[in-house]
């Protein structure tokens, strides 16, 4: 039977990864996008060698509307990966209204009447998974980037709390907690600064969006069936 998959923000960094690492696992897959049209049109050139049904989705969920949108292009569905985000750098007292509003919009209020709208197609299947892609500083929290730790902190207290509502119905519900990735996000620090940066971490690299990817299929995956409620911290031993 068919699987299908519903990965929001593809055609960025984690997005795209993990389509790829789906698609080589015969999921069937709704790309979601807002703004890099080129990027998704690329990256189903790229996927059509899998042979599997590729959706793409243009939805702004920066606005309720956009998730109207996108909740209403979907039809059977297995599985959610919610992976879109921006993290805006400086100090909180510095941040305006708006960017709080767009903050709390996407990274808080999208994700969960996303959800709430597509449960009830998830739980048609005798097990089905969703997974947020959340971040290290929604665990421990960073200096000027206030606003971002605290709405990923939100993204961990929901998969907590909804783990414990779903269970019974079969859907599993966790995130993973990336620390430094190599993607277009850290593209306002210099060289220098992210080598700086790696020195930090005991492993002593940035991660790859392969690595994310691989730990959000292993959470999607029949090697997973007792997992759920649980935070997948991928940050190279950055904090424990």
Known sequence: MKKFALITGASGGIGAATAERLAREGWNLYLHYNRNEDKIIELITNLKKYNIELIPIHADLNTTAGVQILSTSVFQLD???????TAPYGLFTDLDDKTMEDMLQLHVKSPLLLIRNLLP??????????VLVSSIWGQTGAACEVMY???KGAQIAFIKALSKETARSGTR?????PG?????MLDRFTAEELEELASDIPLGRLAESTEIADAIAFLLSEKSTYITGQVLA???GWYT
Do not use: D
């Open 149 to 151: 730790s605290t709405v």
């Open 173 to 177: 519900v966790n995130c993973v907690a």
């Open 121 to 130: 197609k998830l739980m048609r299947n005798a097990t089905s998974q969703i």
């Open 79 to 85: 599985a959610i990966v919610y992976s879109c985000g």
């Open 180 to 184: 430094a990735v190599n993607t277009n």
């Open 234 to 236: 991928i940050n190279g």
